[in-house]
């Protein structure tokens, strides 16, 4: 399975992005997907995910600003970002995990997108 992403730009603090996330194969439509994030010189952490059937789970830092949703008609997984801060900038990665319910471990996942840039200017 190859994931591309897309939507990533350069705001500014306040503002709004959508990342979107297509996989090449249906095989995501059972597995739950998710976004992960890595700014410069950190670990990649974990953004939001959301199960087979649409259940979400967020990290504390983005909830309420952060909306993750998926069709599983099309194999895509999108990130709606609102409201935007400057420690918000990293590459986002969106993911496919091995099974239908999946949490914030990297190792949970199998597939990996290539990342798309985000930078919020303040």
């Known amino acids: 399975v190859q994931l591309q992403a897309s939507g990533g730009g350069f705001v500014q603090a306040g503002d709004s992005l959508r990342l979107s996330c297509a996989a090449s194969?249906?095989?995501?439509?059972?597995?739950?997907m998710a976004w992960f994030r890595q700014a410069p010189e950190k670990a990649r952490e974990f953004v939001a995910a959301?199960?087979?059937?649409?259940?979400?789970s967020y990290s504390d830092s983005v909830k309420g600003r952060f909306t993750i949703s998926r069709d599983n008609a099309k194999g895509t997984v999108d990130l709606q970002m609102d409201d935007l801060k400057p420690e918000d900038t990293a590459v986002y990665y969106c993911?496919?995990?091995?099974?239908?319910?999946?949490?914030?471990?990297?190792?949970?996942?199998?597939?990996w997108g290539q990342g798309t840039q985000v930078t919020v200017s303040s």
């Open positions: 993911a496919v995990a091995l099974s239908a319910y999946s949490g914030p471990s990297t190792s949970s996942y199998r597939y």
């Open positions: 194969r249906r095989t995501s439509s059972n597995n739950a």
């Open positions: 959301i199960s087979w059937n649409g259940g979400p």
